[in-house]
């Protein structure tokens, strides 16, 4: 590598500027590979999808060389001022799609989003009230693990044992032993609307801020399918930018005025350094997407999609958590229902072409590592544009392998069915895989 810059007399000889394929046919390939798992796979992770071709070019753009530590118009570097438009319309954007006073595009994940709330306005030891990880809850909502566990004073409430639905009662109730200084709202596995209203009137009573995270359920939220937090009056709202909201992967925080200061300040220069300003342009490319018609039925179809799934679950006699869902994604009890775990059922699924995750579910009796539960989404199938009547086939496909203990001959003719079904369903045929 060395002696081609030394040899080279033009810059376009060397290396550098040689395409991926040629230049470095390792990577290249497995990233061919993973083309070809997109394709061939029924994408069922309920924080995941599939972006449009548009926000791949943006995230994969010459904007990943800029350094732009600042806000636009008040950088550190000079050069910014394409970045400084890239980042202004990205917020512009988002102000209008989420109705939000003051956007912060900056946060590289959800996590990072969260930080910066908790770094905004908690101290160390802080009481912070969060959703329990079993009952649905995020790593960084105070996790023991995570930073957010090991930082903050975390008090968890759960899910009603016979429901598993939020309970608000705990919530108030524990609200008002502990006056938590915010109250976490937001999950990762929650198949139901959540309620901002009564958060924010819980908070209220006990003088306590809110951050609602709707990393899940963004999409929704936009499409008005879901209760939209700014509009409850909530202080903090985070959000990724990649699951329903179906754009580059990355994060972001919805604030009002009065917090705007505190809240750029604490990404920047509190926890992070340089923004991705690729990852911001491609942020940006989604929400001029998530702007259109389209993408209010794409909402309305995953909606259809996942409440199919889990009716035909329920119909074939499973344990459906909350008994079906109101969101994307559905949680599904296989151990009760057939003595598998989850883990097995997704190394099985796996095999047979059907990615999902595995997830606790509430009161789980089995470990994090093995699970109780499969968690499944709608949104990924539903921007290949699947619909009802593949829902059907795909709880279908899912039953099989799991009323049959994951017996190698089913797997085996269920994922040549899935591969038939996947044809009808081409992604990214633009892109060549060879
Ligand atoms: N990993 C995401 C999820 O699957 O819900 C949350 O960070």
């Not at 959703?131 to 759960?158: M, Q, T």
């Not at 008994?323 to 009890?333: E, I, K, P, Q």
């Not at 968690?375 to 990924?380: D, N």
Request: proline share 4%.
């Amino acid at each position: 590598m060395k002696e081609d810059f030394v040899k080279s007399k033009n810059l376009n000889e060397i290396k550098l500027y040689r395409h991926i394929k040629d230049s470095d046919p390792e990577i290249y390939g497995y990233l061919i590979q993973e083309l070809k798992r997109l394709r061939e796979n029924l994408e069922l992770i309920a924080s995941e999808n599939v972006v449009s071709i548009s926000v791949l070019e943006a995230a994969a753009s010459v904007l990943t060389n800029k350094y732009a530590e600042g806000y636009p118009n008040a950088r550190w570097y000079g050069g910014c001022k394409y970045a400084d438009k890239v980042e202004e319309i990205a917020i512009r954007r988002a102000k209008k799609l989420f109705n939000a006073e003051h956007v912060n595009v900056q946060p590289h994940s959800g996590t990072q989003a969260n930080m910066a709330v908790y770094f905004a306005v908690l101290k160390p030891n802080d009481t912070i009230l969060a959703l329990d990880i079993a009952s649905g809850g995020h790593l960084s909502h105070g996790h023991p693990k995570n930073f957010s566990g090991a930082i903050y004073n975390v008090i968890r409430y759960g899910v009603d044992s016979k429901t598993h639905l939020i309970d608000y009662d705990q919530v108030k109730d524990l609200a008002e032993k502990h006056k938590p200084k915010m109250i976490v709202v937001g999950h990762s596995a929650y198949p139901r609307t959540l309620d901002f209203k009564k958060f924010k009137d819980i908070a209220a009573s006990v003088n306590s801020y809110v951050l609602a995270d709707i990393a899940h359920v963004a999409g929704l939220v936009i499409a008005k399918l879901h209760p939209n937090p700014n509009e409850a009056g909530i202080e903090f709202v985070t959000t990724t930018t990649h699951k329903t909201l179906r754009g580059a992967r990355g994060g972001m925080i919805l604030t009002k005025n009065e917090f705007a200061k505190k809240i750029d300040s604490a990404v920047f220069p509190g926890i992070q350094g340089g923004p991705l300003l690729h990852a911001i342009a491609a942020k940006a490319v989604a929400f001029q997407e998530a702007g259109k018609i389209e993408f209010i039925e794409y909402q309305n179809q995953i909606l259809k999609n996942a409440s199919k799934l889990g009716e035909e679950f329920v119909k074939k006699g499973y344990r459906v958590m909350t008994g079906g869902t109101d969101n994307h994604l559905v949680l599904l009890d296989v151990y009760t229902t057939y003595g598998v775990t989850g883990r097995d059922a997704s190394n099985w699924l796996e095999e047979a072409n059907i990615t999902v995750n595995k997830n606790l579910i509430p009161y789980d009796t089995l470990s994090p590592f093995v699970t109780s539960g499969i968690r499944l989404g709608s949104p990924a199938v539903t921007t290949r544009g699947m619909e009802e009547e593949e829902m059907i086939l795909i709880a279908g496909f899912i039953d099989e392998i799991l009323k049959n203990n994951g017996k190698s001959e089913i797997i085996k003719n269920v994922k040549k069915d899935v591969l038939d079904l996947l044809k009808k369903f081409p992604l990214y045929p633009e892109i060549k895989d060879e």
